[in-house]
Nanobody
């Protein structure tokens, strides 16, 4: 039933690390640009990172540059978001999403994404 399935969320201390995974049950992620988005309590959904289908180019929100790394393993049909140096402000529900025929203008635009997961909670707290 789920279009995409996120996993790997949890509770971590500030400065800690966490790796999120995004999988597509029954279909391949290969032709899609995959984005990670997050929504914190009381805030709007924002783009975090994405990786293209064409050449695997990666993009990051300024708030996570240098701390987060997105990658994809096509053999495992999985996209990862490695998060390090986590901060309180990173606390949110994290969603992965897939966009077919993405352009540079749409890769970080949530409404351009075609398929979504249900999200995984990331809580950064001491």
């Amino acid at each position: 039933q789920a279009q995409l399935v996120e996993s790997g969320g949890g509770l971590v201390q500030p400065g800690g690390s966490l790796r999120l995974s995004c999988e597509a049950p029954g279909w391949t992620l290969d032709p899609f640009t995959i984005g990670w988005f997050r929504q914190a309590p009381g805030k709007e959904r924002e783009g975090v990172s994405c990786i293209t289908d064409s050449d695997g180019s990666t993009y990051y929100a300024d708030s996570v540059k240098g701390r987060f790394t997105i990658s994809r393993d096509n053999a495992k049909n999985t996209v990862y978001l490695q998060m390090t140096s986590l901060k309180h402000e990173d606390t949110a529900v994290y969603y992965c999403a897939a966009q077919f025929k993405a352009t540079r203008a749409t890769i970080m635009y949530d409404l351009a994404y075609d398929y979504w997961g249900q999200g995984t909670q990331v809580t950064v707290s001491s």
